[in-house]
């Protein structure tokens, strides 16, 4: 009975790392997008748009690829594009609000160095999304087997 669990408990635990692992290749290539297109707008010869401008399509369309890259890669979840799309969504304007807000309490209001608001935003806003994620976003995934929920790669034991 205790090797059933201790092979139990690495199954779950391989499965926590590789569930992590696809979530940062993601979130990586998301970045890396994110940041070539508000390059190649702002330098753009053919398109006129502003640094802000060029960020602001460069996120949303970084925001899509996350999006359908997550859905199909990290959770490889075959819901509805209907409510998953939407709390994406949701999710993604809450990570940008506090991207925007924590700076603007940890320096502004409580006279942190900016640093330390960014190193907050960085390891809060990732954290959240990885939850989120898992548990609201993409938690109608299937297993590949009529009815049986995926295994849960967070056991709360």
């Not at 006279?111 to 999304?129: H, K, Q, R, S």
Request: charged share 15%.
């Amino acid at each position: 009975m205790r090797a059933a669990r201790m092979s139990e408990d690495r199954s779950t635990a391989g499965a926590a790392l590789k569930l992590l692992a696809r979530f940062g290749l993601v979130g990586i290539a998301a970045t890396v997008l994110y940041a070539a297109l508000a390059i190649g707008l702002v330098e753009s010869k053919w398109i006129d748009l502003s640094p802000v401008q060029a960020s602001l399509a460069a996120y949303a369309a970084a925001a899509v690829f996350s999006y359908l890259a997550h859905k199909s890669v990290t959770f490889m979840s075959s819901g509805s594009h209907r409510s998953e799309a939407a709390r994406f969504l949701l999710l993604t304007a809450t990570g940008f609000a506090v991207a925007y807000a924590a700076p603007a309490l940890l320096t502004a209001k409580l006279g942190l160095p900016p640093i330390i608001a960014i190193l907050v935003t960085c390891l809060l806003v990732p954290a959240v999304n990885l939850l989120m994620l898992d548990r609201w976003v993409f938690a109608q995934r299937g297993s590949g087997q009529q009815g049986d929920p995926p295994p849960d790669p967070w056991p709360s034991d």
